[in-house]
């Protein structure tokens, strides 16, 4: 709803933090908020409030479309992999000189217990795969990055994606489309009936999809853990989106 005199936030979501800050943002007299999101899945859980999908052409696209829309802060609350957006965001909030903050998801952390083989990019992800002994491996970090593994072809995946992967994709392969949240008990019973050796994921944190880890942890599953990618220098985050919400009513 517009109101009088109301704070416009553009939050770039795509994330469960960026539906629940529109959620804040929306119930809040006084604010006026639209979600942004890239547009990579056909059937996107929409925020409330307004919302926009696609690209703006870069960050100087961001920044006319922030000036345009007389936007007043800019909160980045993409995935902790989506790492061009976040580039963007911060280039964009210093052209325009808008307050900007991050909501940055805390990564997971082994357990004592775990033996994470970390690596620093899904390409090196495969790369691990591919010296080791071929086996079977749940890939869950994503149909954008799945024609990483295609040249595997002594593995068998179970690739699990919310649409199909449109690049290439390992030859053998079963295709499971799903978007979550799991259960320690559905994590379990995937692995274990697919006898699955290695689990193959992005550092991404959170608790909607963190059950895996445990399923694998108990079962002995190896991880095979990518890593994120750095962060744009100079933006401020926050953990959560309450924690965003609180900062931005702070901005009066
Ligand atoms: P990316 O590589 O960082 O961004 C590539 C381009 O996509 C950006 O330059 C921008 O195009 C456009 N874009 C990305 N996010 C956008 C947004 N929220 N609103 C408008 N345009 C956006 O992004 P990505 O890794 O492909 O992720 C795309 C979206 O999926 C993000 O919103 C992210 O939160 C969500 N997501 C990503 C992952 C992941 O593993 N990467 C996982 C779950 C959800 P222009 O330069 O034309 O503006």
């Not at 059937?43 to 922030?66: C, E, K, M, T, W």
């Not at 911060?90 to 940055?104: F, I, K, R």
């Not at 691990?128 to 990055?145: H, I, K, S, V, Y």
């Amino acid at each position: 709803m517009t109101r009088p005199e109301s704070i416009k936030v553009l939050v770039l979501g795509g994330t469960a933090e960026g539906r629940e800050l529109a959620g804040l943002l929306d119930a809040e007299p006084g604010y006026e908020v639209e979600s942004s999101l890239a547009g990579r899945v056909t059937n996107p859980r929409l925020p409330p409030g307004r919302s926009r999908i696609g690209g703006f052409g870069g960050a100087d696209g961001l920044a006319d479309y922030v000036r345009s829309e007389g936007i007043r802060a800019l909160v980045d609350a993409t995935h902790p992999f989506a790492a061009t957006i976040s580039r963007n965001v911060a280039e964009a909030a210093g052209a325009c000189d808008v307050p900007v903050v991050a909501v940055v998801r805390p990564p997971w952390q082994p357990d004592p217990a775990d033996t994470w083989e970390r690596v620093p990019s899904v390409a090196a992800a495969a790369a691990e795969l591919d010296a080791r002994t071929a086996g079977r491996a749940l890939l869950t970090t994503g149909r954008q990055d799945v024609h990483e593994f295609a040249h595997l072809n002594a593995w068998w995946f179970v690739i699990r994606v919310v649409d199909p992967p449109s690049k290439g994709m390992p030859r053998r392969h079963a295709l499971l489309l799903d978007r979550g949240p799991y259960t320690l008990d559905g994590e379990t019973d995937l692995l274990s009936r697919n006898r699955i050796d290695v689990l193959v994921t992005k550092n991404s944190g959170g608790d909607l999809v963190s059950a895996k880890l445990t399923a694998a942890r108990e079962l002995g599953v190896d991880v095979v853990m990518v890593d994120r990618p750095p962060r744009p220098d100079g933006v401020r985050s926050v953990a959560t989106a309450a924690e965003a919400f609180t900062w931005l009513r702070a901005l009066g």
